[in-house]
């Protein structure tokens, strides 16, 4: 592994004590919570934060009085703003970023400052900052907001094209996939854009620009993932740091997009306790009209207490509720609760709330775990489908939904984890690795010392 010093000097040519981090974010929901919790650890270690953001999906600074805000132009249009494809997106703002945030970084460096800057921490999806970071000769660290697992998945993109299993052919898709057990072909992390070849380049970028980063943190838990953590230290020669999860340390609310409708919490103290099912499906995926009224009526019949969140945008094509069959919550008499955004992790963390039916976010994942919450999984795309593999066949802490939606199977995987005894096992067992998960953060526990270890090697530069 290179020493950082050789590359960068010592912290003593770099004259000061190299204590600001300057931190740059995806603007997507998923990726903006964790590294702005970083943010926050990183300031409650003596850090002084500085964060460059996107004009699109900015953070709302006011929530960060102590953190300095720099917004810089992303030359999005509207509609490629408000496009449905991720990928797309994410490969336009690593083009049209690249002046802007090199301008924004070279403002920042042109002046003397208190707390010079140690280093930057770039979202790993923004692969050309590598390249900027190197022209100022300063050390980037990156942020892996998904789990091990599934980015292991996004590397073996060439090798799954070169065997064959790229494009996915339907015979295969209950195949094993080699290399990556328990995956099957059909959890390959694929995520669907206009032209696949854009996925491939922009995973193929990443993973290159990691190998010449200067470290990666995780939002994991070496208990949750070891095998995967010794692969990736195997395949990239940099520091890595399994510091997670966040959360635990500070919540996602202020840094939500969206403004989280508090009614719940009222509405879930009158619930019995552990009888409700949370069913949320993250800021990204979206469901056709025909699937929502499954997921409707597989509520209705399975009788149990919900509380479900309909993002504007959810259902393609509608504004909000518009294909909620009608009558319907006046035929659910208080059972059914819908919100356009939950406070999430207070939810998981109520009494009342008994199970999670999820797309498999990992934040969302995580943030089950740590509530011991069990899980119905309904993964949409990319590393949802690896995090959904995990949670049913590796942790065996939920059920995965694997076919096609329709309310008797809805209806019959809700009642296996609120009522039956498979779901009492699935509790118990999440009950045990959210506790294993607790003792990594305490003194002496693994994700403690990687963050010891991060704090020193920043403060190294
Ligand atoms: N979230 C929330 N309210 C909701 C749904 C989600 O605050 O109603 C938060 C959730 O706690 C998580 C994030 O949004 O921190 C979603 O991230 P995840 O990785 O699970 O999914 P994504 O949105 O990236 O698909």
Excluded at 135 to 147: A, D, E, G, K, Y
Excluded at 171 to 179: D, G, I, M, T
Excluded at 276 to 288: E, K, M, N, P
Excluded at 362 to 380: F, K, Q
């Amino acid at each position: 592994m290179e020493n950082p010093r050789a590359k960068y000097g010592s912290a003593q040519q770099r004259k000061g004590r190299g204590r600001g981090v300057v931190l740059f974010p995806l603007p997507l929901q998923g990726h903006i919570n964790p590294m702005l919790q970083l943010a926050n650890i990183l300031y409650s270690k003596g850090f002084s934060i500085t964060i460059i953001h996107t004009h699109f999906n900015s953070p709302n600074s006011s929530n960060y009085p102590s953190f300095t805000f720099y917004s810089i132009p992303d030359g999005l249009s509207e509609s490629e703003a408000s496009t449905a494809d991720v990928i797309e997106l994410v490969t336009l703002l690593n083009v049209n970023c690249v002046t802007p945030f090199r301008d924004c970084l070279a403002k920042l460096l042109s002046v003397p400052l208190e707390e010079p800057i140690a280093c930057i921490i770039t979202d790993t999806v923004w692969h050309f900052t590598q390249a900027v970071a190197d022209s100022f000769n300063l050390p980037r660290i990156v942020l892996r907001t998904s789990n091990v697992a599934s980015f292991l998945g996004f590397a073996c993109f060439p090798f799954l094209r070169e065997m064959g299993y790229l494009p996915i052919q339907e015979s295969q898709l209950e195949a094993a996939v080699p290399n990556l057990p328990p995956l099957k072909v059909k959890d390959i992390p694929l995520i669907d854009t206009r032209n696949q070849e854009d996925l491939y380049g922009l995973i193929s970028s990443m993973v290159k620009e990691i190998k010449g980063s200067s470290g990666l943190i995780w939002n994991s838990v070496e208990e949750l993932e070891q095998s995967e953590l010794i692969t990736v230290g195997q395949d990239f020669a940099i520091p890595v740091y399994p510091i997670g999860p966040f959360h635990s340390y500070f919540p996602a609310s202020s840094s939500s997009l969206l403004t989280q409708d508090q009614s719940c919490l009222s509405w879930l103290n009158t619930q019995a306790p552990k009888s409700v099912l949370y069913v949320s499906f993250g800021s990204i995926a979206t469901l056709s009209d025909t699937e929502f009224t499954e997921i409707a009526w597989g509520l209705a019949s399975s009788n149990q207490p919900f509380l479900l969140v309909v993002r504007p945008g959810l259902v393609r094509g509608s504004e909000w509720l518009e294909t909620l069959p009608n009558g319907f919550l006046e035929m659910m008499n208080g059972r059914g609760h819908i919100v356009k955004w939950a406070p999430q992790q207070e939810v998981l963390a109520h009494a009342a709330t008994g199970g999670f039916w999820t797309h498999n976010g990992w934040n969302s994942t995580l943030e089950s775990i740590c509530e011991g919450v069990p899980m119905i999984c309904w993964p949409c795309f990319g590393d949802q489908k690896v995090n959904a593999r995990y949670v049913s066949h590796v942790w065996k802490i939920g059920v995965h939904l694997e076919n096609r939606l329709e309310r008797g199977a809805i209806d019959k995987a809700i009642r296996k984890v609120m009522v039956e005894t498979e779901g009492e096992e699935m509790r118990d067992r999440i009950v045990h690795l959210k506790e294993k998960v607790h003792l990594s953060l305490r003194q002496g526990g693994s994700s403690h010392q990687a963050l010891e270890s991060l704090i020193s090697y920043i403060s190294s530069f």
